[in-house]
């Protein structure tokens, strides 16, 4: 300006605070950007990360799990933030990997359902599967066990296992084919047989082993002898014998 008077100046100043973002890794593409920033006092500041970063590993990515502050920012577990500063503040975005496991199956419903599914690294992850199928025309197929790898141990043979997984894993569910075999006396059910009365259900191609374990006691002195079997399917009858072994390959009667 140009002074023909007399004159003062009077220069105004405002309180600043440094917000300071901190990623660590360079994960994401956070806003404001990582590194410092200055505010007036009193602004209000928003910002963000994203949710998830791929890695060159398609079955390893990072997730964001929120974010730590200090000063006027309290910490939190979005990736989202708004707050108004009114002392340096810092926030450091926090960051967990994760892991792809594969869950493959011919029948049943698994948990975790058929496909991918994320895991942050560490978790527990419990997994399961139906020990049979029902059943249709006499025939099911019963889960025999799993094979696993990277952190699923490599076979089992139930239908559950536990594992916390760290590394990118898989787990097939294996089915075995089986048919029912029926078990009834006539002309009532008399004594404890082998397999018990009622449905039995075996592996397709073994060798079932029956037997009437006959006599077996009645009551007020009275017994029940076996004098022999019917059968349809894989099982022959037989007018006189009380034990019989058969390869089952058919849905099956014993009587």
Request: net charge negative; proline share 6%; charged share 15%.
């Amino acid at each position: 300006f140009t002074i023909n008077s007399p004159s003062t100046v009077t220069w105004i100043w405002t309180t600043q605070f440094r917000f300071t973002v901190i990623n660590p890794d360079g994960h994401g593409f956070p806003n404001p950007p990582e590194g410092f920033n200055w505010y007036d006092d009193g602004s209000l500041i928003s910002g963000y990360t994203s949710y998830l970063e791929s890695t060159i590993d398609p079955d390893i990515r990072w997730r964001c799990i929120g974010y730590e502050g200090t000063g006027s920012l309290p910490s939190g577990t979005d990736t989202t933030f708004s707050f108004t500063i009114h002392e340096g503040t810092t926030l450091t975005w926090l960051w967990t990997r994760q892991y792809s496991l594969n869950v493959s199956s011919e029948y049943g419903t698994p948990t975790p359902s058929l496909g991918y599914h994320w895991f942050d690294e560490g978790t527990l992850v419990e997994a399961a599967v139906d020990t049979a199928t029902s059943e249709i025309e006499g025939t099911r197929y019963r889960c025999s066990g799993w094979n696993g790898t990277g952190s699923v141990p490599a076979t089992g043979d139930s239908f559950a296992v536990s594992f916390e997984i760290n590394t990118p894993s898989s787990i097939t569910w294996g089915w075995l084919f089986q048919y029912k075999l029926f078990v009834s006396g006539e002309p009532d059910n008399y004594g404890e047989p082998t397999p018990l009365y009622g449905d039995n259900w075996f592996d397709d191609g073994v060798t079932v082993s029956a037997n009437s374990n006959t006599p077996t006691a009645g009551s007020g002195g009275v017994r029940y002898r076996c004098v022999g079997f019917d059968g349809t399917g894989s099982v022959s009858s037989s007018d006189s014998e009380t034990s019989t072994a058969f390869t089952i390959t058919t849905p099956s009667t014993l009587t």
